[in-house]
């Protein structure tokens, strides 16, 4: 099953349901991610163009993999000369439950082209024991 992916956490519905608790949610965004098996490896791509991989921090915990980072553009044109400004800047926040059970402290990642890779090793199957109800005689 493939789950839609809304990139920007902007919408009337989610301002709306805020309203009730006096300010607004902080605008940012949240990165496109593909995840996929190779093996025995959940791999994940996460394009990140611009952003330096120092501001990016990735955590695995209870098999939920959070992302999170600052996008930072230093410019040296003021605002009012803008004729269009559409690259966003500012923090980012994506967490997402993963497909398997992983080995969470195990995982690595690179970064080349622009795209983040983390590869995340799935954890061994666990077999279920089955276990046998002994019958006890009335005397």
Known sequence: MLI?????FESDEFDKFFEGFGSKPPVGFSPAMDIYEK??????DVPLAGIHPEKVDISIENDILTIQGKMEKKSEVEEKNYFRRETRTGSFYRQVPLPAHVLGEKASAAYQDGILKIFVPKAPEKKMKKIEIKVEKKK
């Open 4 to 8: 839609p992916w809304r990139p920007f």
């Open 39 to 44: 093996g025995q490896t959940l791999m994940i």
